[in-house]
């Protein structure tokens, strides 16, 4: 089995080492003798949608977003269309508003988006910023998602479906307690991290949905998770009675 990564942006959309995402997939797949492409993409190159099974981006601040998203107005059909056939992505913070409808940042500069996502953004003037934990429903109850946060923009949701409820922290805009955002099997979120390391469950997740469009079932051999499991626990404990905050 092979499994085809694009890593979209890599030198300017990585806040708070978002390129271990694509460290952990590929460990966690190729430990199961699973034979891993890694392909960067950037400004200018074209994105062929049928030619991988997982779609990275990271996040960044707002001046390397406005770089992105010009470029983005070329590769958004073609994201699009590879979203539309079922092929994994995941984006972080301002990958993820990027996604959206359009992220209005703080000084008033609309950077439209390409509209994966029925949702938008707007920077508000505190920044949002903390460790957070979430409950994804595709994951059980067992094992919170957690992570770090620190974004200004506050996105709202559409018709689109969150990626998970807020256990504590901000999430997508710190009233309505959701988290992130999914359609198909794309997703967004605002956790950093870099989010997979502490999150094995949803690496796995991730890795079996985009093998499981070419292989059809998969099921994945499991790994020894003791270490990246105590790390989760023992951040989640750690920030349980102060919310979040320091
Ligand atoms: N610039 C965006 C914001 O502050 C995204 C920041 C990020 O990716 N952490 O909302």
Excluded at 27 to 39: L, M, P, Y
Excluded at 216 to 228: I, K
Aim: aromatic share 10%; proline share 4%; with cysteine.
């Amino acid at each position: 089995m092979k499994l085809r990564i694009c890593h979209l942006y890599p030198e300017f959309l990585n806040l708070y080492g978002d390129r271990g995402n694509i460290l952990v997939l590929k460990r966690r797949a190729q430990w199961r003798g699973i034979e891993v492409h890694i392909t960067q993409l950037s400004l200018g190159d074209k994105l062929d949608p049928k030619a991988y099974d997982l779609i990275f981006l990271g996040g960044g601040p707002d001046q390397e977003q406005g770089v992105a998203s010009d470029d983005l107005r070329a590769k958004g059909p073609w994201l699009k269309e590879a979203v539309e056939e079922g092929v994994t992505l995941l984006a972080i913070c301002g990958g993820y508003q990027l996604l959206g409808q359009y992220y209005r940042t703080n000084s008033g500069e609309t950077l439209p988006g390409i509209g994966v996502f029925d949702a938008y953004t707007e920077a508000g003037n505190e920044r949002l910023k903390g460790n957070i934990a979430i409950r994804v429903e595709e994951l059980g109850d067992e094992t919170p998602v957690i992570g770090f946060e620190n974004h200004g923009g506050r996105t709202f949701l559409g018709n689109a479906s969150p990626l998970g409820s807020v256990i504590y922290g901000d999430g997508n805009n710190g009233h309505d307690q959701t988290e992130g955002v999914k359609y198909k099997n794309a997703f967004g979120t605002y956790l950093h991290g870099p989010l997979l390391s502490k999150n094995p469950h949803l690496a796995d997740y991730l890795i079996g949905l985009a093998l499981q469009r070419v292989y059809g079932e998969v099921e994945l051999q499991p790994l020894d998770n003791s270490l990246e499991l105590e790390v989760n626990r023992s951040v989640y404990q750690r920030f349980l009675s102060t919310k979040g905050k320091w």
